[in-house]
């Protein structure tokens, strides 16, 4: 099974300041298409999960830009330009190229 | 509007059985993939299971291999996981969630159903 390491696991953060996820995968998640399966998942308090990104850096639409994603092979990296309120919440990363689908132990972004 | 809307879940002994649910609407629900993810209590997401559209191929995660079956009926609407042999660490919620097209990345989550194994 793929791995999937996230750093730091608590990121507390000023408001208007950046954040930054790392992410690393146990394997290439270059798949034998030669797309790279790497999505980041945003879960806020007592919601669901939501898709931010996926296959690296491709904003779902509605997703606010200060939002990016970016890296390749191994790993990746969600950044977020200027933290708001309503970013608050667990992010995680996860593979979709192999199966077993895995994720990241998710990263807890706080506002300090 | 696109919605998943999780049903079924409640308290069970250990060795008991649960089926859950899951409603679809918004969209052609025969045209993609489906999953079910799960969380425990104050953890991270787990990935349980996937079925691809036509409802022939699965797959699961180890814990679970052997105990749960997805199924689907595409006439419906409707996304099934049947949890046999439910142990105390099986206790979640459990989300069904949606694959995109192209990626599997999991597009469209339902809010999730809770199970509870206790004796």
């Known amino acids: 099974d793929i791995v999937m390491t996230q750093t730091p696991l608590s990121s507390p953060v000023t408001l208007g300041q950046p954040a930054s996820i790392s992410c690393r995968s146990s394997?290439?998640?270059?798949?034998?298409?030669?797309?790279?399966?790497l999505s980041w998942l945003q879960q806020r308090p007592g919601q669901p999960p939501r898709l931010l990104i996926y296959k690296i850096s491709n904003r779902v639409s509605g997703v606010p830009d200060r939002f990016s994603g970016s890296g390749a092979g191994t790993d990746f990296t969600l950044k977020i330009t200027r933290v708001e309120a309503e970013d608050v919440g667990v992010y995680y990363c996860m593979q979709t190229t192999q199966f077993p689908r895995t994720f990241g132990r998710g990263t807890k972004v706080e506002i300090e | 509007e696109v919605q998943l809307v999780e049903s079924g879940g409640g308290l069970v002994q250990p060795g008991g059985s649960l089926r859950l649910s899951c409603a679809a609407s918004?969209?052609?629900?025969?045209?993609?993939?489906m999953h079910w993810v799960r969380q425990a209590p104050g953890k991270g997401l787990v990935w349980v299971s996937r079925l691809n559209s036509g409802g022939s191929t699965t797959q699961y995660a180890d814990s679970v291999k052997g105990r749960f079956i997805i199924s689907r009926d595409n006439a419906k609407n409707t996304l099934f996981l049947q949890m046999n042999s439910l142990r105390a660490e099986d206790t979640a919620v459990y989300y069904c969630a949606r694959g995109q097209k192209g990626s599997d990345a999991l597009e469209i989550w339902g809010q999730g159903t809770m199970v509870t194994v206790f004796s």
């Open positions: 918004g969209f052609t629900f025969s045209s993609f993939w």
């Open positions: 394997q290439s998640l270059v798949h034998s298409d030669g797309n790279t399966y």
